[in-house]
């Protein structure tokens, strides 16, 4: 009998094509740069399943394109780049990477929390362009961590890893979630409120929801005109979920005293971005998961669950169970 045939659209770890080759024919789009749509529709026609990246959109255009396709998996706990609605008519599976990357994430969060707190990038820009002529009482002061309050919008997994960091600091926990996480609260007294009460009482604010129409720009002027002139807002889930616009304005006039971006309304950034002649935000170019370790577990886990997925398997970590005729 043939192997199952599967595309992969980026150069991924070997260790990941070494799962997949074990099992399946593949092709690779092998480059660090995304791989052009008309390719990848080109590509995808006779598969059985794709490996995405969440630079990739999977729409009803690609899945006319996909005529045999039983999966989708994506290299990313996030999978707001698929349309899953429209995979469950078609009946594809979806798979995401959940679990492996949620403790590099809450470090890159709390490292960007502290970053900002304290003026690391701006402080590192100072000295090399040698303005540091003296110590000052007052230069490149920034705000306490250490007990603070800090408000976390969404805790789900990586929410609930970065309230357990923030015990080290003595922080005291709020949080907003469409619901209750009593878990977090036995645990770290964490304060369930209202997401007009975590703006308003935070020193720092850090999301960690998914994006979904839902969560769509659910911060925005109103929000951020709640949160204390002293307050820093920290965002590594999805960029839209914050109205960009309105955060650029509100860092501008100083209505919050600064702001931690891992990802953004439009990626890569373009260079032209007003955020970007602003020295209260610090920028990082989505690289929440980026451990070594992590990004090939990552990687590992979604080629597991593709050859899962074109073998007659279920796969773990279905987001659409009921296409999966195999159970
Ligand atoms: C990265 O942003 C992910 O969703 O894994």
Redesign the pocket.
């Known amino acids: 009998m043939s192997k199952p045939s599967v595309y992969v659209t980026r150069r991924v770890p070997k260790e990941a094509i070494d799962i997949i080759k074990e099992e399946c024919e593949y092709r690779i789009w092998d480059s660090n740069d995304p791989v052009p749509r008309d390719v990848l529709l080109r590509e995808i026609a006779e598969v059985d399943g794709v490996f995405t990246l969440?630079t990739e959109k999977v729409d009803e255009e690609f899945l006319q394109a996909a005529k045999n396709l039983k999966i989708v998996a994506n290299m990313?706990?996030?999978y707001d780049n698929i349309d899953v609605d429209a995979c469950t008519r078609h009946g594809v599976m979806v798979t995401n990477?959940p679990g492996v990357?949620t403790e590099t994430t809450a470090d890159l969060a709390f490292a960007l929390l502290m970053a900002t707190a304290r003026r690391l990038p701006e402080s590192d820009r100072f000295l090399r362009s040698g303005k540091w002529v003296t110590w000052e009482p007052m230069l490149l002061t920034g705000q306490d961590v250490y007990g603070s309050t800090l408000g976390i919008i969404g805790m789900g997994r990586i929410g609930t890893a970065v309230a357990r960091r923030s015990q080290g600091f003595g922080m005291k926990v709020l949080y907003y979630d469409y619901r209750r996480n009593e878990e977090v609260e036995r645990e770290l007294g964490a304060e369930y409120c209202s997401l007009d009460e975590v703006l308003k009482r935070s020193d720092f604010v850090t999301i960690h929801l998914p994006l979904t129409s839902e969560t769509y720009h659910l911060i925005g002027a109103r929000e951020l005109g709640l949160m204390k002139p002293t307050a820093v807002l920290i965002n590594t889930s999805r960029g839209p979920i914050v109205d960009e616009q309105a955060l650029y304005q509100a860092l501008l006039e100083k209505k919050i005293w600064a702001s931690g971006l891992d990802v953004f309304e439009e990626e890569p950034v373009p260079v032209d971005n007003p955020l970007l002649k602003l020295d209260n935000v610090v920028l990082l170019p989505?690289i929440?998961?980026a451990s070594i370790v992590t990004r090939t577990r990552?990687a590992t886990t979604a080629a597991t669950n593709l050859v899962a997925g074109v073998t007659e398997r279920c796969p773990s970590n279905l987001v659409n169970p009921s296409p999966c005729k195999h159970s």
């Open positions: 969440l990313a706990v996030g990477t990357l989505h929440g998961s990552m």
